[in-house]
């Protein structure tokens, strides 16, 4: 328990059930000190365990679909009305793939699914940015952070229509960051997280070799999701009020490696067999 949030406010979409990594960031930016509103899909409220999250995190939950404008909109709203002014931060922790969901292979891309990936994962940023910007929601200084994923640069088998989603999200965090910046004082990054157990990671096929490989190839093996909460934290906090437009990695060092003694040991012993 500390005080790096202490009197800060803010909004965190995507918080589904205790493995979410959007779960974790609300309980830790609690502990240190913010308030903050949790906000999901109607049906995730159903299926998901947020009220749970809400009772712990002291906080109210206002359903938005983060492909709706109108429903962004009133969250926005709110939000504002329940914080009784602007506030400082917002997660966007979001992401869906139909083809993914549906085991439709990049080369077989139904276009319709293409459209929801795209809207659900990466346009929802724009959307969600835009609602707060037009209303003028976040502090000077304020945060916004979303969370993405290295298939956006690098090619990762199985992750298909989501790697373009990531690569379109992390394009929308440099184009709004110029401008919210400039006007508002606002920062926009994204935070590229090591592969994790949670529902949209279990989405992708193969997720447990995925994260063998990257923790026996990361010098600090993998990020959890309690160590992202962490970094996202210090987006969120007054010590990192010049970064803006940035893909930053959160990945133990996964993204800077070719190969480690230990991946090779893993391929070795895989030929032997
Ligand atoms: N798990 C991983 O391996 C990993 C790695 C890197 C990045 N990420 C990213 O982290 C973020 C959070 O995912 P997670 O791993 O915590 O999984 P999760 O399944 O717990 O979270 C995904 C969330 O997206 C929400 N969502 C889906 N459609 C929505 C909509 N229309 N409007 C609002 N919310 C909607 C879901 O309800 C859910 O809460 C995602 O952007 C994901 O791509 C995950």
Same mark, same amino acid.
């Given at each position: 328990?500390?005080?790096?949030?202490?009197?800060? #406010?803010?909004?965190?979409?995507?918080? *589904?059930?205790?493995? =979410?990594?959007?779960?974790?960031?609300?309980?830790?930016?609690?502990?240190?000190?913010?308030? %903050?509103?949790?906000?999901?899909?109607?049906?995730?409220?159903?299926?998901?365990? %947020?009220?749970?999250?809400?009772? #712990?995190?002291? =906080?109210?939950?206002?359903?938005?679909?983060?492909?709706?404008?109108?429903?962004l909109e009133l969250l926005i709203d709110k939000t504002m009305e329940h914080f009784g002014g602007k506030f400082d931060f917002i997660?966007?922790?979001?992401?869906?793939?139909?083809? *993914?969901?549906?085991?439709? =292979?990049?080369?077989?891309?139904?276009?319709?699914? *293409?459209?929801?990936?795209?809207?659900?994962?990466?346009? =929802?940023?724009?959307?969600?940015?835009?609602?707060?910007?037009?209303?003028?929601?976040?502090?000077?200084?304020?945060?916004?952070?979303?969370?993405?994923?290295l298939a956006a640069q690098r090619t990762v088998c199985g992750y298909d229509d989501m790697a373009d989603a990531k690569a379109l999200?992390?394009?929308?965090?440099?184009?709004?960051?110029?401008?919210?910046?400039?006007?508002?004082?606002?920062? %926009?990054?994204?935070?590229?997280?090591?592969?994790?157990?949670?529902?949209?990671?279990?989405?992708?096929?193969?997720?447990?070799?995925?994260?063998?490989?990257?923790?026996?190839?990361?010098? *600090?093996?993998?990020?959890?999701?309690?160590?992202?909460?962490?970094?996202?934290?210090?987006?969120?906090?007054?010590?990192?009020?010049?970064?803006?437009?940035?893909?930053?990695?959160?990945?133990?060092?996964?993204?800077?490696?070719?190969?480690?003694?230990?991946?090779?040991?893993?391929?070795?012993?895989?030929?032997?067999?």
């Amino acid at each position: 328990m500390g005080n790096l949030l202490q009197g800060k #406010k803010g909004l965190i979409f995507g918080a *589904l059930n205790e493995q =979410s990594i959007a779960w974790k960031v609300a309980e830790r930016a609690v502990a240190e000190g913010a308030e %903050i509103v949790l906000t999901n899909t109607p049906a995730s409220l159903r299926f998901g365990t %947020i009220n749970e999250l809400a009772a #712990k995190c002291n =906080s109210i939950v206002i359903p938005a679909d983060a492909t709706k404008v109108e429903d962004l909109e009133l969250l926005i709203d709110k939000t504002m009305e329940h914080f009784g002014g602007k506030f400082d931060f917002i997660l966007h922790s979001i992401g869906m793939s139909p083809n *993914l969901r549906k085991g439709l =292979s990049y080369d077989d891309l139904n276009y319709e699914y *293409l459209n929801k990936t795209l809207d659900i994962s990466a346009i =929802s940023f724009h959307k969600i940015i835009k609602a707060a910007y037009s209303k003028d929601a976040l502090n000077e200084w304020g945060s916004i952070v979303a969370l993405t994923y290295l298939a956006a640069q690098r090619t990762v088998c199985g992750y298909d229509d989501m790697a373009d989603a990531k690569a379109l999200l992390e394009s929308i965090a440099r184009s709004f960051g110029y401008i919210y910046g400039q006007k508002c004082k606002v920062r %926009i990054n994204t935070v590229s997280q090591s592969p994790t157990l949670t529902t949209a990671g279990s989405g992708v096929a193969g997720l447990g070799n995925l994260l063998e490989y990257a923790e026996a190839m990361a010098p *600090l093996g993998n990020a959890t999701a309690e160590d992202c909460a962490d970094y996202v934290l210090t987006l969120f906090s007054d010590y990192t009020r010049k970064v803006t437009m940035q893909n930053l990695f959160h990945d133990g060092g996964f993204a800077s490696m070719s190969m480690s003694h230990a991946a090779m040991s893993i391929v070795e012993k895989g030929l032997k067999e």
